[in-house]
């Protein structure tokens, strides 16, 4: 049984709820902090200049960004607004968008974000703007992993990247172009599975011969090397959580080997973990308002899909628990939310303490790729978010939504 996942602060839970109205999600700060730190030590080990960039989709909470940047980490953005939030918050980093417009590009262009060139075709872009001195490409390798098929980022059905075949090309233009300094960057797919221990450094190989073809074909030299994320998370007790130190040791063997057999200057190291960080340091936490007898049972809980998608979009897993209930014996039953939509099930036929109405159900994993991909579907308000600090006191970090809130942009 993996205490990564089957864990949550009991105590915080029971406090927040005698405070907060349900449904409301909560992270814990000191988790937050030991994911960065256990990250960003295990590379710094063997990459003394070691730059991490956090993945601001996975949760883009100001809070939450603030203790990750104070870990030491940079942001990784993908769009206009986690590129506003970085710099009103002072964070720098790299932006990696896709099929980005001219008015995106003129946006970012100030934000203090490294540009990652998802596509050759956006260098006529880079020209109407102005070309920077520092340019990164996306590359697309040509394998890619994730735990299903539209979270795999590489390969040849994968819209991202500059195919490895064009690498040579891109960098070439980018250097009559006036460019300066070059990076290059990959992220070949999400949650790649954690029995996947060995695939970080087979992709670093992969990556390191494109440089090696760019610098023979080009005389462009790599000085940062982006690796992406990817860095799965065990949703499941019975799956095992990712040996980073591992990782990393295996990496910069890659590193040695490559650099010295291709004749290359080292590059700095970059890399983007998001869910990583985040996702067992959060928790939806739901109250049990229905339990009906149908031709199976289910529970109805006031947190629904629109809070937390991941089950309804791609069938995901996450682990549930129920608060005061240890003494209670099993029944197999579905978490259900409040959408009319079948696929609004958090929990599909999962053994459980026999619940009653007044229940307290806990969605683990939920501080990455959960509130971010939250929706307003059936004119639903999203929930708020509360944080618990080191020293133990809970605050709230975002304002539930209201009715209201829903039809501000409207004109009527």
């Not at 008015?103 to 540009?115: P, Q, V, Y």
């Not at 340019?135 to 394998?143: A, Q, T, V, Y």
């Not at 007790?237 to 080997?257: N, Q």
């Not at 579905?334 to 959408?339: A, E, T």
Request: charged content about 30%; hydrophobic content about 35%; overall charge neutral.
């Amino acid at each position: 049984m993996n205490e990564e996942v089957i864990y949550y602060p009991k105590e915080a839970i029971q406090k927040a709820i005698n405070s907060f109205k349900t449904p409301f999600f909560l992270y814990e700060e000191k988790k937050l902090r030991e994911n960065c730190q256990i990250f960003r030590d295990s590379f710094k080990k063997h990459f003394p200049e070691f730059w991490p960039l956090y993945a601001i989709k996975a949760n883009n909470n100001p809070e939450v960004l603030k203790i990750v940047a104070s870990e030491g980490f940079g942001g990784d953005c993908s769009s206009e607004s986690e590129a506003w939030i970085c710099k009103k918050l002072g964070i720098k980093g790299m932006y990696t968008g896709n099929y980005t417009t001219k008015e995106e590009f003129e946006f970012i262009k100030n934000k203090g974000m490294i540009l990652n060139l998802d596509d050759i075709s956006m260098l006529e872009t880079m020209e109407e703007i102005g070309v920077p001195e520092t340019l990164s490409f996306r590359i697309n390798p040509g394998i890619g992993k994730g735990f299903n098929k539209d979270n795999v980022f590489a390969g040849p059905d994968a819209k991202y990247g500059v195919p490895l075949e064009k690498a040579p090309e891109a960098y070439k233009r980018a250097k009559e172009l006036g460019v300066k300094h070059f990076g290059i960057h990959m992220m070949t797919g999400t949650n790649v599975p954690t029995d996947e221990i060995n695939y970080f450094a087979n992709i670093v190989e992969k990556l390191f011969n494109v440089v090696a073809s760019i610098k023979n074909t080009t005389g462009v030299e790599i000085e940062f090397m982006n690796i992406g994320g990817g860095f799965g998370v065990p949703y499941r007790p019975e799956e095992k959580s990712l040996d980073m130190e591992f990782i990393a040791k295996s990496i910069r063997e890659v590193f040695d080997r490559k650099c010295k057999e291709l004749k290359l200057k080292e590059p700095k190291l970059m890399a983007e973990p998001g869910r990583w960080i985040a996702a067992n340091a959060g928790w939806l936490i739901g109250k049990v308002h229905v339990i009906k007898d149908s031709y199976k049972k289910f529970a109805g809980i006031d947190a629904s899909s629109n809070d937390m998608p991941r089950p309804s979009i791609y069938g995901a897993y996450h682990h549930i628990s129920v608060l005061n209930s240890d003494d209670r014996e099993k029944e197999i039953i579905s978490i259900v939310g409040r959408i009319c939509e079948n696929s609004d099930q958090l929990a599909r036929d999962r053994e459980l303490p026999k619940l009653k109405k007044g229940d307290i159900v806990i969605v683990h994993n939920c501080g990455g790729h959960a509130h971010t991909m939250g929706h307003n579907y059936n004119g639903r308000p999203r929930h708020a978010e509360y944080l618990i600090e080191k020293n133990g006191n809970i605050k709230k970090i975002r304002n539930e939504e209201g009715i209201e809130d829903l039809y501000k942009t409207c004109i009527y």
